[in-house]
């Protein structure tokens, strides 16, 4: 079983920046591919990023391609999504997920967090 919380979610403006954390709990954290989806209001929850266990391996939108990192550090048993020159389509919530196969399906992935409110503002 394993527990995920999200948090660095705000307002910034269209041009800005900000790092989405999610911390899980257990000890297993390093032996899931985590993922990170969105889901704005009246659409479907969408795949962002996702990245292998060791970190070696990641996997972007084309929508974020270039402008979002996913990190991991299984030492801390937290994974990041930098975000840069966020645009006011990325309005969403973010979700960060657990899977035993990477994948950009949500289908695929077993543990979820609560969600991080990110508003892009022009």
């Known amino acids: 079983q394993v527990q995920l919380v999200e948090s660095g979610g705000g307002l910034v403006q269209a041009g800005g920046s900000l790092r989405l954390s999610c911390a899980a709990s257990?000890?297993?954290?390093?032996?899931?591919?985590m993922g990170w989806f969105r889901q704005a209001p009246g659409k479907e929850r969408e795949f962002v990023a996702a990245?292998?266990?060791?970190?070696?391996?990641?996997y972007y939108a084309d929508a974020v391609k270039g402008r979002f990192t996913i990190s991991r550090d299984n030492a801390k048993n937290t994974v990041y999504l930098q975000m840069y020159s966020l645009e006011r389509e990325d309005t969403a919530v973010y979700y960060c997920?657990?899977?035993?196969?990477?994948?950009?399906?949500?289908?695929?992935?077993?543990?979820w967090g609560q969600g991080t409110q990110v508003t892009v503002s022009s």
């Open positions: 997920a657990g899977s035993r196969d990477i994948s950009v399906r949500t289908t695929r992935y077993d543990y």
């Open positions: 257990g000890r297993t954290f390093s032996s899931y591919t």
């Open positions: 990245i292998s266990r060791s970190g070696g391996i990641t």
